[in-house]
């Protein structure tokens, strides 16, 4: 069974940075594509990145140019650097990938932006 586990959440202040982590029970490599996405309360769970595993990578275009995804393979995991951090990027934030017969998601961690 695939676990995916998020961490790096918490509380801070507008302008400010994160890292959330994504580590993979399993290789990444055995994934097509691997991605964070977010739900904030009362709105639906939205795409916030992906990193195929040849190399492509999307953004959605609220993040662009402030968050950047990237992947460990020797250490099984993906990250989500997100700078210039916003009140409206507050959300729980799921990790996610997917093989040819998964789909499969981390627990989610809570980012919240205030002051």
């Known amino acids: 069974q695939v676990q995916l586990v998020e961490s790096g959440g918490g509380l801070v202040q507008p302008g400010g940075s994160l890292r959330l982590s994504c580590a993979a029970s399993e290789s990444i490599a055995n994934f097509y594509v691997m991605g964070w996405y977010r739900q904030a309360p009362g709105k639906q769970r939205d795409l916030v990145a992906t990193?195929?595993?040849?190399?492509?990578?999307n953004y959605a275009d609220s993040v662009k140019g402030r968050f950047t995804i990237s992947r460990d393979n020797a250490k099984n995991t993906v990250y989500l650097q997100m700078n210039t951090l916003k009140p409206e990027d507050t959300a729980v934030y799921f990790c996610?990938?997917?093989?040819?017969?998964?789909?499969?998601w981390g627990q989610g961690t809570q980012v919240t932006v205030s002051s």
């Open positions: 990193m195929f595993s040849g190399g492509n990578i």
């Open positions: 996610n990938a997917k093989k040819l017969f998964g789909i499969y």
